[in-house]
């Protein structure tokens, strides 16, 4: 489908429809079209995304779209695929477009949104052998910006508990598997730890909620400046042996 004008309701009457496919289960599909569009917006639609023919992994996994001028500029996608997913969303943030492209041969996000009136670009990637999500966001505004950023843990079942704690001036969220064996201080847990650090900018504030599940901290973003969180994940669990109740594997992660 394509369109000149952005909609994201499924208000048919702003786009038109320039190929269908059905009954497709191939992992790559090329398709060439009748004659040449030119639109602002282009949008693939699916609207079948489950299969109910018990067949495995019935969901549609979309990776990769490429769009060519002319037809049947290549004769097969077999081969690499490194490259690009053009995931752009048009959309509006506070007072201005947001955008967000996953790039798969970098392995990371980016993505430019407005808080207010100002506009911040943010890169996103996890490193190479570490438990560690980094964000790096820049502003483009001429204007200094206060941030909240929260760290949280899911909260939705009694019998994983979770908690915050506060740690050489850093804060923890942490959330636990369930104990089985209550009456037992050796019964196998595991628990997740995260905390977020924040590099190129001084935590003005920070706060433990009370509701044991998430803490906040407030850093100013200055104009045209840079700053980075960090976000460690943490962890670990061991269980013990019945016959001697000796401690199995390595010791948690701190």
């Known amino acids: 489908m394509w ?21 497709n289960a191939a992992g790559t599909t090329l398709r060439s079209l009748d004659q040449t569009y030119e639109a602002k917006y282009v949008r693939i639609w699916v609207d079948k995304p489950v299969q109910d023919d018990n067949e495995a992994d019935p969901r549609v996994r979309m990776g990769r779209f490429e769009f060519y001028a002319e037809q ?13 997913y053009e995931g752009s969303t048009p959309g509006t943030g506070s ?20 808080f207010g009136d100002k506009e911040v670009d943010i890169n996103t990637w996890t490193a190479e052998g570490k438990n560690l999500l980094i ?32 740690k050489d001036g850093q804060i923890y969220v942490t959330r636990q598997t369930a104990k089985k064996d209550t009456g037992n201080e050796k ?27 998430s803490a906040e901290q407030y850093v100013t973003l200055p104009a045209g400046g840079t700053v980075y969180l960090v976000t460690a994940v943490g962890g670990g669990g061991q269980t013990y042996k019945a016959s001697d109740m000796s401690l199995i594997g390595d010791d948690p992660v701190q």
Do not use: C
């Not at 952005?6 to 009954?23: A, H, I, P, Q």
């Not at 049947?72 to 690009?84: A, F, K, L």
């Open 187 to 213: 019964s196998y847990v595991s628990e997740a730890a995260l905390t977020t650090y924040v590099v190129g900018a001084d935590v003005e504030e920070q706060k433990a909620n009370e509701d044991g599940t």
């Open 135 to 166: 964000q790096e966001m820049t502003s483009r505004s001429e204007e200094d910006l206060d941030l909240e950023i929260s760290t949280w843990v899911k909260n939705d079942n009694g019998q994983y508990p979770t908690d915050v704690t506060e």
């Open 72 to 84: 049947d500029p290549v004769t097969s996608i077999d081969g690499d695929r490194s490259g690009v």
């Open 3 to 23: 369109s000149d004008e952005y909609n994201e309701e499924t208000d048919s009457s702003l786009w038109t429809t320039v190929d269908t496919v059905e009954g």
């Open 95 to 114: 007072n201005g477009p947001f955008s967000e492209t996953m790039n798969l041969d970098t392995a990371d996000v980016d993505t430019s949104i407005y």
